[in-house]
């Protein structure tokens, strides 16, 4: 009768569990609670570790799954996960942000297209795929860049935001209120300036719209020998926008010293070529205390056929990466933790805290207006520009050679030599890095 008895009560206690394990999975809509496996995170950005110890301790509460964050130091992401893909608890999630870690990765990347992480998706414009078309990795956070607009100046000038839809419309806007700079109180853009501190914005961001267009062309997967420059003409059209539009001579650029950022900030100028990343300087309120319903961020238009549907220029190296040699129990629970980042309450919120913007459809709302920006072009089906000067070759010297040309332009010099840095600077680095 106690071996009767005994029974009854395991089975009982069997069926209880299991009614409480069913309960458990329809209140998170998920079965991380019941995964086997771990969760391994090689960290890429180390001013979110200690979020992410945290966000790991909330998820383990929640689900019992265990999740590892080590996070590499700045500048060592490379070398780490190379020797932490030769441990036997290697990791299980980890960052191949462009397509030089595809070539390098690309078989230790899991195929994530069709997974729950995959599907979260709100654009795949920032997804990773070897040339067989396996999707290697997924972006995780973006940022942007593109032309800043004080849209309470632009009122001022008489135009609103809606009146800029290509390069021909930016041009007759900028162009007028630079003839009425003295009338306004403002002028159109902001010095361009080539000084060290400012170049970048240009012979790296700048530079990326001829990139991307000649890129997209042809469908470039790693970086070519060769580019052809097809799109300088179109670089020159807004470079030309730039520096015949600012209360600064283009002959200055190079040694005025100006501060684009305060000119902007002051209302000294309408338009500001930069990133999301101004957000938070622009609105301090010890600083310039801008109003974030007075700014927007549009498209760098230069000119380019059908380029009315275009959004800003958004890219990442922060791209999640499955590793595909893990065990299969492993594999899953870092995929439901993936999701879980994405679409709980706790992970989003980490997430926009510590990445800003997210490409998922569960993305918490952002207060940067720039972000904003570029969720609405995408929304609004434009398409994204690449950030295609990650090819670059030798990255410092062909800018520094470009810089050099587009200084020597600003003070009379001929557009063909921004071409000959541009072309064949490429070619020379190119050859420089892989001989």
């Given at each position: 009768?106690?071996k009767?008895?005994?029974?009854?009560?395991?089975?009982?206690?069997?069926?209880?569990?299991?009614?409480?394990?069913?309960?458990?999975?329809?209140a998170t809509?998920?079965?991380?609670?019941?995964?086997?496996?771990?969760?391994?995170?090689?960290?890429?950005?180390?001013?979110?570790?200690?979020?992410?110890?945290?966000?790991?301790?909330?998820?383990?509460a929640?689900?019992?799954v265990?999740v590892k964050?080590?996070?590499?130091?700045s500048?060592?992401?490379?070398?780490?996960?190379?020797?932490?893909?030769?441990?036997?608890?290697?990791?299980?999630?980890?960052?191949?942000g462009?397509?030089?870690?595809?070539?390098?990765w690309g078989?230790?990347?899991?195929?994530?297209?069709g997974?729950?992480?995959?599907n979260?998706?709100?654009t795949?414009?920032?997804?990773?795929?070897?040339?067989a078309?396996?999707?290697?990795s997924?972006g995780?956070?973006?940022?942007?860049f593109?032309?800043i607009?004080?849209?309470a100046?632009?009122?001022?000038?008489?135009y609103?935001?809606?009146?800029?839809?290509?390069?021909d419309?930016l041009?007759t806007?900028?162009?007028?209120?630079?003839a009425?700079?003295?009338?306004?109180?403002?002028?159109?853009?902001?010095?361009?300036?080539?000084?060290d501190?400012?170049?970048?914005?240009?012979?790296?961001?700048?530079?990326?719209?001829?990139?991307?267009?000649?890129?997209?062309?042809g469908?470039?997967?790693?970086?070519?020998?060769t580019?052809?420059?097809t799109y300088?003409?179109?670089?020159k059209?807004?470079?030309d926008?730039?520096?015949?539009?600012?209360?600064?001579?283009?002959s200055?650029?190079?040694?005025?010293?100006?501060?684009?950022?305060?000119?902007?900030g002051?209302?000294?100028?309408?338009?500001?070529?930069?990133g999301?990343?101004?957000?938070?300087?622009?609105?301090?309120?010890?600083k310039?205390?801008?109003?974030?319903?007075?700014?927007?961020m549009?498209?760098?238009?230069?000119?380019?056929?059908?380029?009315?549907?275009?959004?800003?220029?958004?890219?990442?190296e922060?791209?999640?990466a499955v590793?595909?040699?893990?065990?299969?129990?492993?594999?899953?629970?870092?995929?439901a933790?993936m999701?879980w980042?994405?679409?709980?309450?706790a992970?989003?919120?980490?997430?926009?805290?510590?990445?800003?913007?997210?490409?998922?459809?569960?993305a918490?709302a952002?207060?940067n207006?720039?972000?904003?920006?570029?969720?609405?072009?995408?929304?609004?089906?434009?398409?994204?520009v690449?950030w295609?000067?990650?090819?670059?070759?030798?990255v410092?010297?062909?800018r520094?050679g470009?810089v050099?040309?587009?200084?020597?332009?600003?003070?009379?010099?001929?557009?063909?030599?921004?071409?000959?840095a541009?072309?064949?600077g490429?070619?020379?680095?190119?050859?420089?890095?892989?001989?």
């Open positions: 009768m106690k009767i008895l005994a029974l009854i009560l395991a089975i009982l206690m069997v069926a209880s569990l299991a009614a409480c394990g069913g309960s458990d999975d329809a809509g998920d079965s991380a609670s019941n995964a086997t496996g771990s969760v391994y995170w090689l960290n890429f950005k180390p001013e979110a570790d200690v979020a992410l110890q945290e966000i790991a301790k909330t998820y383990k929640e689900t019992g265990d964050i080590v996070t590499a130091a500048g060592t992401y490379s070398q780490t996960l190379t020797s932490e893909m030769d441990k036997t608890d290697a990791p299980t999630l980890f960052v191949v462009n397509q030089a870690g595809v070539k390098q078989d230790y990347c899991l195929d994530l297209n997974t729950d992480i995959f979260e998706l709100s795949d414009a920032f997804n990773l795929k070897d040339e078309g396996k999707v290697c997924i995780y956070c973006y940022e942007s593109g032309i607009v004080n849209k100046l632009l009122k001022t000038a008489g609103e935001i809606t009146d800029i839809k290509d390069f419309s041009k806007i900028a162009e007028d209120i630079h009425r700079a003295a009338e306004l109180g403002f002028d159109a853009f902001t010095s361009s300036g080539l000084d501190s400012s170049s970048w914005r240009f012979s790296g961001h700048l530079a990326n719209m001829p990139l991307y267009y000649e890129a997209k062309d469908n470039w997967t790693e970086t070519p020998a580019i052809e420059g300088l003409a179109n670089f059209n807004i470079w926008l730039y520096i015949n539009n600012s209360a600064t001579k283009p200055e650029l190079a040694t005025a010293g100006k501060d684009a950022e305060a000119e902007f002051n209302g000294e100028a309408v338009f500001y070529q930069n999301s990343w101004e957000f938070a300087n622009l609105t301090a309120a010890d310039y205390a801008m109003k974030a319903e007075d700014l927007h549009i498209p760098i238009y230069c000119g380019v056929e059908g380029e009315d549907k275009a959004g800003l220029c958004s890219g990442t922060n791209c999640w590793n595909a040699k893990a065990s299969k129990e492993d594999q899953d629970a870092t995929i933790f999701k980042m994405v679409t709980s309450e992970g989003t919120k980490c997430m926009a805290e510590q990445f800003g913007e997210i490409p998922y459809k569960g918490a952002n207060e207006v720039f972000f904003q920006n570029a969720k609405a072009y995408l929304d609004a089906g434009n398409y994204s690449d295609a000067f990650n090819y670059t070759p030798n410092d010297e062909w520094a470009l050099d040309a587009m200084t020597k332009y600003c003070n009379g010099g001929d557009w063909a030599d921004v071409e000959t541009f072309v064949n490429w070619a020379t680095q190119y050859a420089a890095v892989n001989g």
